[in-house]
């Protein structure tokens, strides 16, 4: 039973450019969280997903930054015209249901420069 | 808004030294969860333990203990016999339970390292 996999894991991207990244959740799990982890800090809540569906946005940047969980493949957050600022790891992470604890995937680097 | 602090940005012991890990949290919620999370180089985000708030009793996971103190809202973590591989960040964090996000809040990290 595969983890959480998260890809690409490193991700170079011009200043305005997109970036998408993708979160393949555990097998069986419909939750999915993203959280991001600036250098030096604790990771911070950005999105929660249940398929089809977003649950809880509190954290997203209220502009450039999407998030899906579609039916079928994995999830997408999407940054749109990238700045410097965005670099960080993303980390996504999985559950079955509302659980108290979670899975993690190993994060994506994204470096914009 | 739940606030977690991890007092230590760094810790430094030799192998097989115990090493404890502080960690205290702001909340008003009676009913919660709270979590260690290993961050080895590898990036990887690892559950070292996990307590629940209506629990007295400190959670162990073989090596790893707790010592929750809920009324001065305290939980630390003790690594005994510290071997080479727990050399990572450690992150504590806050989960409060409610029907909608199980949302994390995490701590800033404490660097820990064992020397051998």
């Known amino acids: 039973n595969a983890g959480v996999m998260q890809n690409p894991r490193h991700l170079v991207r011009r200043r305005g450019q997109e970036a998408r990244l993708r979160c393949s959740p555990m097998k069986g799990h419909s939750h999915v969280y993203w959280y991001r982890q600036l250098p030096e800090e604790g990771l911070k809540f950005m999105v929660y997903?249940?398929?089809?569906?977003?649950?809880?946005e509190s954290g997203m940047p209220k502009e450039r930054f999407s998030a899906e969980f579609p039916k079928e493949g994995p999830s997408i957050l999407r940054i749109q015209q990238v700045v410097r600022g965005d670099s960080a790891a993303y980390f996504c992470?999985?559950?079955?249901?509302?659980?108290?604890?979670?899975?993690f995937g190993s994060g994506t680097r994204l470096t914009v420069v | 808004a739940q606030t977690v602090t991890q007092s230590q940005p760094e810790m430094s012991v030799q192998e097989a030294e115990t090493v404890t890990l502080s960690c205290t949290y702001d909340?008003?919620?009676?009913?919660?969860?709270l979590f260690w999370y290993k961050q080895p180089p590898s990036r990887q985000m690892i559950l070292v333990i996990r307590q629940e708030a209506y629990k007295q009793q400190n959670a162990t996971e073989n090596r790893f203990s707790v010592n929750f103190q809920k009324a001065a809202k305290s939980f630390s973590l003790k690594i005994s016999d510290s071997q080479l591989g727990d050399t990572a960040m450690y992150f504590c964090a806050f989960m409060k339970p409610d029907q909608g996000a199980q949302k994390l809040v995490f701590g800033q990290g404490t660097r820990l390292t064992i020397n051998p």
């Open positions: 997903l249940q398929k089809e569906n977003i649950i809880d």
């Open positions: 992470a999985s559950s079955p249901a509302q659980t108290y604890g979670y899975t």
């Open positions: 909340t008003s919620e009676n009913n919660y969860y």
